[in-house]
């Protein structure tokens, strides 16, 4: 059963390719020595995700410099031009003046006729104004109490440090992806050897057989049952090479890579075996640095100063304001006779909220909701973020107990195979006898890779709950 899950791993790690085999054969010139530690530096630096997750911090930097750009001088210059198509008429109540026109003296006929001409064409009133009036000049503003204003330069701060914390969340995971790739291909690669040591061990064993059969010490039998043992271990064989190749193509698309260029590992996943005691008996439990409790927290700081500038809005707000324009009026044709005439202005302007319907206080209620919300929120992530630990903590330690039961298992399991190796020369053992210590032989190394590679996954993804990758270490193998 656990060949079984072993070669579904190595399928699972080659479904996404086409069925073909590639060789391994390359020059060593061409082929590029890379450590656990390197490929994690140089994903960190070439990822895209990462570099999207820098701009992000720059792009947040620059809506803080548009927040305080807020607080200083506005100053815009303006021009216009009116033509007055029809003109403003003007009615006056002249019967308070019906009594002094008979004091100044008599009035003639004619006067009283040109009078009744003239309220007959504007009906009753009097034009007033010009044809053409022009106006230029520059205006000034400043913000002298803005409270609200002040209030969110913190509320942009709050969400600077949110985009700094999804950068380092975008790190700490590329970070365990990188590992889990890097992992996969040494795990492909330990593998391949397993299968391909089967495979030797198979075709050496028909080739013997044929031997034999031609000199007659074996029957045909014996040469077709060593070569069906040979050629079932062939597709597995295909499987685990198709299974580098796509781990590779994977851990260099990560680390933003020519996936032409070729690269190698520089460890094998028993060398790990040697530093597992230790660091299953040093591993953390705090959850201080995860990034979600993190993000968590200063969400809620943002939340607090968004309840704050909704506060600030409540309080006056006063500013400063200056006009310096040129203005003209004239009458007949455009832009001829113009005499500009200069005036200035200078003055507060002070706006003292009263009344909006209440929009203010439900605006402030609704945040001191949220506010609240954060609170039971971290809360249940940390209760969580607590269980998830223990759980991964409990999945390292059974899978140092496997690696130790399978290290054990690949002992014994390789003396077996040597015993009946002599047994069969001698001819104390059939072939068959010999063949199932090959197949328990190559059983017991592939789960024991296989619970190392567990194991190391295990420790990378609790090492993204926990959020204490030291990404200070492989930014320094860059400089």
Same mark, same amino acid.
């Given at each position: ?313 409540? +309080? ?145 993804? +609790? ?17």
């Amino acid at each position: 059963m656990r060949f079984l899950t072993i070669k579904a791993t190595l399928l699972a790690l080659a479904i996404a390719s086409p069925m073909c085999v590639f060789s391994q054969e390359i020059a060593t010139s061409d082929t590029l020595a890379l450590s656990l530690d390197k490929c994690i530096a140089i994903a960190l630096n070439e990822n895209p995700t990462i570099k999207v997750a820098d701009m992000e911090i720059e792009r947040v930097d620059y809506s803080k410099k548009e927040i305080i750009g807020q607080l200083l001088p506005t100053i815009s210059f303006d021009a216009s031009y009116n033509r007055t198509v029809e003109k403003q008429v003007a009615y006056m109540n002249m019967d308070a003046f019906k009594g002094l026109g008979s004091l100044g003296g008599s009035s003639t006929e004619e006067g009283s006729n040109e009078e009744s001409s003239s309220k007959s064409k504007s009906g009753g009133g009097i034009k007033m104004g010009l044809d053409n009036s022009y106006s230029y000049g520059f205006s000034a503003a400043m913000p002298l109490i803005a409270p609200q204003l002040w209030k969110s330069l913190s509320l942009s701060n709050s969400q600077i440090l949110q985009n700094v914390e999804s950068a380092r969340k975008s790190r700490l995971a590329l970070i365990s992806q990188v590992k889990n790739a890097y992992y996969a291909l040494l795990l492909a690669e330990d593998s391949y050897n397993v299968i391909l040591d089967s495979y030797e061990n198979a075709k050496f064993n028909h080739e013997v057989y044929q031997k034999k059969y031609q000199v007659g010490a074996a029957s045909e039998y014996d040469v077709l049952r060593s070569s069906v043992a040979m050629k079932n271990v062939e597709p597995e064989l295909a499987q685990a090479e198709i299974a580098i190749k796509q781990a590779r193509l994977q851990l260099e698309i990560l680390m933003g890579m020519d996936v032409t260029i070729p690269i190698k590992t520089t460890t094998k996943l028993a060398d790990y075996e040697n530093t597992m005691y230790d660091n299953t008996l040093s591993l953390s439990r705090s959850i201080v640095d995860n990034s979600d409790l993190r993000m968590l927290d200063i969400q809620t700081k943002t939340l607090k100063d968004a309840l704050s500038v909704q506060k600030m809005s409540l +309080l006056p707000t006063l500013a400063l304001v200056a006009n310096y324009n040129w203005t003209s009026s004239t009458n007949g044709t455009p832009f001829k006779n113009i005499i500009w005439s200069p005036y200035s202005v200078v003055g507060l302007t002070l706006s003292v909220p009263i009344f909006q319907g209440g929009q203010r206080y439900s605006r402030i209620k609704q945040a001191s909701i949220q506010v609240q919300e954060m609170k039971w929120q971290r809360e249940n992530l940390e209760r969580t973020l607590n269980m998830q630990v223990d759980v991964a903590i409990d999945n390292i330690q059974m899978n140092v107990k496997q690696i130790a039961t399978s290290s054990e298992s690949v002992a014994q399991a390789d003396k077996a195979h040597s015993i009946m190796e002599k047994s069969f020369e001698i001819g104390a053992a059939s072939y068959l006898d010999l063949r199932d210590s090959e197949l328990a032989l190559t059983r017991a190394r592939l789960a024991y890779y296989q619970s190392i590679y567990n194991y190391l996954v295990a420790n990378s993804n +609790l090492e993204l709950l926990l959020g204490n990758a030291d990404i200070e270490k492989y930014s320094n193998l860059n400089e």
